[in-house]
């Protein structure tokens, strides 16, 4: 498959990877370099690891720790194996000379490597996130070369992902000195702001309709189709079912929910047994 065909996803853990190994990165070092970790399937090349390899670069060259990044390639196999080889990252908002240089190791160890760039800089106020693909140019027994050609590149998140982002994005506070710290949720807590959240939206859906149909707003095809398909994907069944349903899964969680204090409160008796004088 051609790269050109390639589409890059990227998982919210290699960002904070890529920060994280900026702001540790040697005071002599303009920018940092690794490798990314992933999948490729029918096009897509799922990028949902990656880890630093050390390099300097110079005026007419480049170095780079290749034997580091083996060895950790190697470790990183044992905990993931299903974890490949999938370009390499490099922080700033362009391609560089050196560039084609790196891309050539990553060329020997995947197929079509991705070069993914992330601007720590935060050039136009926002860390920029673009992916390139190598296409080499020449004629043969000519001389030849490459060309870093943009595709499309996009965040994707696991559901676990999606719930830590939430809660990060409830540490952002207004002040840059002032550190905000929040706790995890409890999980009756969490299902009490999911249903307040989507009650909200429900409102707004039915605010739109009762607009329309009151000719207040004119109406839009698009969101048309969307609430229908939403509504065909609500299973039918009856208020009684329904109830019985919802009674259900509460129980269930309030089980849940028991057993996991009654589990707690067991392990802080035993710990305050163990305390007590044995004779």
């Not at 506070?173 to 999980?187: A, G, I, Y």
Request: net charge negative; hydrophobic share 35%; glycine share 6%.
């Amino acid at each position: 498959m051609s790269g050109l065909n390639l589409t890059v996803k990227v998982h919210p853990v290699v960002l904070f990877q890529v920060v994280d190994a900026y702001e540790r990165r040697n005071a002599d070092s303009h920018r940092v370099i690794g490798t990314l970790l992933g999948n490729v399937d029918k096009g897509v090349v799922e990028v949902t690891n990656c880890f630093c390899v050390p390099h300097k670069e110079h005026d007419d060259q480049v170095e780079a720790e290749l034997s580091y990044a083996l060895d950790l390639y190697d470790l990183n196999r044992k905990v993931n194996p299903n974890e490949n080889v999938v370009g390499w990252w490099a922080t700033g908002n362009e391609v560089t000379n050196h560039s084609s240089v790196i891309h050539e190791y990553y060329a020997r160890e995947c197929n079509n490597p991705v070069h993914l760039t992330v601007d720590t800089s935060l050039q136009g106020g926002r860390m920029g996130l673009r992916a390139y693909v190598c296409i080499q140019l020449g004629v043969p027994g000519g001389k030849t070369g490459c060309m870093f050609t943009p595709i499309p590149v996009e965040m994707t998140c696991y559901e676990p992902e999606t719930v830590g982002l939430k809660l990060l994005q409830k540490t952002i506070s207004t002040s840059p000195h002032r550190q905000k710290t929040v706790s995890p949720m409890l999980d009756l807590a969490q299902i009490s702001e999911a249903a307040g959240k989507l009650q909200n939206l429900l409102e707004l859906i039915l605010k739109y309709v009762e607009n329309v149909i009151g000719h207040k707003q004119p109406p839009d095809n698009a969101v048309g189709r969307q609430l229908l398909d939403l509504i065909h994907s609500v299973p039918h069944m009856s208020h009684e079912q329904f109830t019985q349903m919802f009674n259900a899964n509460v129980r269930d969680l309030l089980m849940v929910i028991t057993l996991s204090n009654l589990i707690k409160t067991q392990l802080q008796l035993n710990e305050k047994l163990t305390f007590l004088p044995t004779n």
